[in-house]
């Protein structure tokens, strides 16, 4: 009796001290580093999470993370404005298909956009490689080159300190007169991010507008040429022709300044930058609008050297 009676405690001590049910086993988990741009969208940031080993699609789960708006403030998701459409694994390298609105990421972003999908996915046991599809068709860069596949040798380290690196330069702009009849050409000094082209600068400097005005805040001699309120999609080079490409509200000109002044100020700014005086503007990736009821912006616009052009 005693000795069933010792069997019975050891039996219900036994039990008190196992997890109850299948809820108390223990769940494997993998870390990751799930790759973020850092707000000023200058390099990218990693920030560890966990993925339970039963989840049925690691792709997808690091796809949804990608998407997330992190905890951190000074973290931003790479995957914002497009989404991806597909995936498929073959052999070691992981297919991704994201939607036509990919293309309209401007170039400095998209490659560091593409760096931070990249170096998450290749983490991924059994994928080594990547490759980018857009709407099912091959991806290009801003040059016009096949991308093709991709592993972290692909990139110059984006997660380097170099990409926050900081030059100073001189751009020579244009801006309008304060009556809007001619330019005034303006020597710009500035301190910029290094990983920014000047291409896009010169755009971004003649959206800030002219820096000289009196106590009143009223400009005095230069005058802005673009609607403040623009934003830049991109600004890229093929077969000799810069694209501008911008917002809706470039359309909208808010100044009192001929449509000869605006468009010819931004080309001959962009046109002191080095090899290509040629410019082509688009809205939002539209070139068939008619910009101020003068010129449809599929004209090629080439530097203007017929207006009076006075200094600052």
């Known amino acids: 009796m005693r000795k069933h009676l010792t069997i019975s405690l050891l039996f219900f001590l036994l039990l008190a001290i196992l997890p109850v049910g299948c809820k108390g086993a223990v769940e494997e988990h993998n870390t990751y580093q799930v790759y973020y741009l850092n707000r000023e969208e200058s390099r990218i940031l990693p920030m560890p999470v966990t993925i339970p080993e039963a989840v049925e699609s690691t792709v997808e789960t690091l796809l949804a993370k990608l998407q997330e708006a992190p905890s951190y403030l000074e973290y931003k998701a790479p995957i914002q404005s497009f989404e991806c459409l597909s995936y498929e694994k073959q052999g070691e390298t992981l297919n991704l298909n994201f939607s036509e609105s990919y293309r309209k990421l401007p170039p400095t972003n998209e490659v560091l956009i593409r760096a931070a999908i990249v170096y998450t996915m290749i983490q991924i046991p059994g994928i080594e490689h990547v490759v980018f599809q857009i709407g099912g068709e091959v991806l290009f860069d801003s040059l016009g080159n096949t991308v093709g596949v991709m592993n972290a040798s692909t990139f110059l380290d984006s997660t380097d300190s170099n990409m926050t690196d900081y030059e100073e330069g001189k751009l020579v702009l244009y801006f309008a007169n304060v009556e809007g009849t001619g330019l005034v050409k303006v020597n710009r000094e500035l301190r910029y991010n290094a990983n920014i082209s000047l291409d896009k600068l010169v755009v971004e400097q003649l959206i800030a507008g002219p820096t000289d005005k009196n106590v009143h805040g009223e400009y005095t001699k230069a005058f802005p ?83 009076p052009i006075e200094s600052e």
């Open 225 to 307: 040429i673009i609607n403040p309120t623009t934003k830049i999609v991109s600004v890229t080079t093929k077969d000799g022709i810069r694209y501008v490409t911008v917002s809706q509200e470039f359309m909208n000109q808010n100044y009192h300044v001929s449509t000869d002044v605006a468009l010819s100020g931004i080309v001959n700014s962009l046109a002191e930058l080095p090899n290509i005086n040629k410019v082509q503007f688009l809205v939002e990736g539209d070139s068939k609008l008619n910009y101020q009821e003068k010129y449809f912006l599929s004209t090629i616009f080439e530097r203007n050297l017929d207006l």
